[in-house]
């Protein structure tokens, strides 16, 4: 199994940055596995954000190309993610995923909230 728990999330105003972090843990997870953050807001289906394979390359919603930026640790099993001019419409849960072949797994989900 692999575990996920994200930290970071809270609540920062217009404009604002946040850092938010997802720890990696269990016997089957390896640097190996693709990671991404994706967000769900109230109404709205569960969209990608970001992700990153095992080799670095990255892939972002058109949306967010130039304010959100995912990177990773693997000596840490951490993958971040790095939201800069975070606008009200940023407000959502963010979930962290993690993905070898077919099979996934999810972070708990954190919070965001971004006031105007």
């Known amino acids: 199994q692999v575990q996920l728990v994200e930290s970071g999330g809270g609540l920062v105003h217009y404009g604002g940055s946040l850092r938010l972090s997802c720890v990696a843990s269990?016997?089957?997870?390896?640097?190996?596995?693709?990671m991404g953050w994706y967000r769900q807001a109230p109404g709205k289906q569960r969209e990608l954000v970001a992700s990153i394979n095992s080799g670095g390359s990255t892939n972002y919603a058109d949306s967010l190309k130039g304010r959100f930026t995912i990177f990773r640790d693997n000596a840490k099993n951490t993958v971040y993610l790095q939201m800069n001019s975070l606008k009200p419409e940023d407000t959502a849960v963010y979930y962290c995923?993690?993905?070898?072949?077919?099979?996934?797994?999810w972070g708990q989900g954190i919070q965001v909230t971004v006031s105007s």
């Open positions: 269990g016997s089957l997870f390896s640097s190996r596995y693709a």
């Open positions: 995923n993690a993905r070898f072949g077919v099979t996934g797994y």
